[in-house]
C-alpha cells in the first residue's frame, strides 16, 4: 500500500519561530500536497507540486513556503510561525496516472500548536 | 470553477438508523468522485472512487451512488464505529496535477 509518513503528530512552537514538517511518499508518486484543515473551513490548499523543484500557489500560501528537492520529500515550512497558523496540517501525494485512481493518499497529520 | 457542497454537515443516528450524506457537485467534465473517511486527529482514508453516472460502489455498510449532479453515501444499518467525518471530493477532467477540490464534510455520529 502507499504510504505517506508525516514527520510529526504533534508539535507546540513558539510565535516567531521557523518551523519544518516534513512528508515522505514511497510510491513514487510525483504530485505532492499540503493542506490545513480547521473547524468550519474544511481542507484548505497552501501548496502543491507536480515534480521535483516545482511547486505551485495553493488558496492560502501566505506566510508559508515548500521545498521539493527529492522526489518523495515534500517539506512545508512555516518562515516565521504565528498563532494563526494553529491547525491541523496534512500532507497528500497522487500519481500523475494510472495505477491508484488519481486519488489522493494522505497522511496521519500533524497537530501544530502555536504558542 | 469547481465547487462541492456536502449536507448535512453533522448527522446524528441511533444504532441500526439508516440514512444518507448528500454531495452536490458541479464541476467542468467529471474525472472521478471521491469518498474518503476521517477519524478524529487523523488524515482522510480512502473509501470509493465514483466515474460516471449511475454508478454505485459499497463497501460493509456504505453504498456510493452518482449522478451527474450529485452523489449519495448510503448508510445501512449504522454502528457506532461508522462515526467519523465523511469527506466527498472531485476531481476534473482538465486538471493538470489531478488536484482534488472537496467539500466541508459531513460528520457522522452513530449513537448505541
Known amino acids: 500500500d502507499v504510504k505517506v509518513t508525516q514527520s510529526s503528530r504533534y508539535l507546540v512552537k513558539r510565535t516567531g519561530e521557523k518551523v519544518f514538517l516534513e512528508c515522505v511518499q514511497d510510491?513514487?508518486?510525483?504530485?505532492m500536497f499540503w493542506y490545513r484543515q480547521d473547524p468550519g473551513l474544511g481542507l484548505r490548499l497552501i501548496y502543491f507540486?507536480?515534480?521535483?523543484?516545482?511547486?505551485e500557489k495553493g488558496d492560502i500560501p501566505e506566510g508559508y513556503s515548500v521545498s521539493r528537492e527529492k522526489k518523495e520529500r515534500f517539506s512545508l515550512i512555516l518562515e516565521s510561525a504565528s498563532t494563526n497558523q494553529t491547525s491541523m496540517y496534512l500532507c497528500?501525494?497522487?500519481?500523475?496516472?494510472?495505477?491508484?485512481?488519481?486519488?489522493?493518499?494522505f497522511g496521519s497529520g500533524t497537530r501544530l500548536t502555536v504558542v | 470553477e469547481d465547487q462541492v457542497t456536502q449536507s448535512p454537515e453533522a448527522l446524528r443516528l441511533q444504532e441500526g438508523e439508516s440514512s444518507s450524506l448528500n454531495c452536490s457537485y458541479t464541476?467542468?467534465?467529471?474525472?472521478?468522485l471521491f469518498w474518503y473517511r476521517q477519524d478524529p486527529g487523523k488524515g482522510p482514508e480512502f473509501l470509493f472512487t465514483?466515474?460516471?453516472a449511475g454508478e454505485e460502489k459499497e463497501k460493509e455498510r456504505l453504498k456510493a451512488t452518482l449522478t451527474k449532479k450529485e452523489s449519495f453515501l448510503h448508510i445501512t444499518a449504522p454502528k457506532p464505529e461508522d462515526s467519523a467525518t465523511y469527506l466527498c471530493?472531485?476531481?476534473?477532467?482538465?486538471?493538470?496535477?489531478?488536484?482534488?477540490?472537496f467539500g466541508g464534510g459531513t460528520r457522522l455520529m452513530v449513537k448505541p
Open positions: 497528500a501525494s497522487s500519481s500523475r496516472g494510472g495505477g491508484h485512481p488519481y486519488g489522493y493518499t
Open positions: 510510491m513514487d508518486h510525483e504530485n
Open positions: 507540486s507536480y515534480d521535483v523543484k516545482m511547486k
Open positions: 464541476v467542468s467534465g467529471l474525472r472521478g
Open positions: 465514483l466515474y460516471s
Open positions: 471530493a472531485v476531481q476534473a477532467l482538465n486538471n493538470a496535477g489531478n488536484m482534488l477540490t
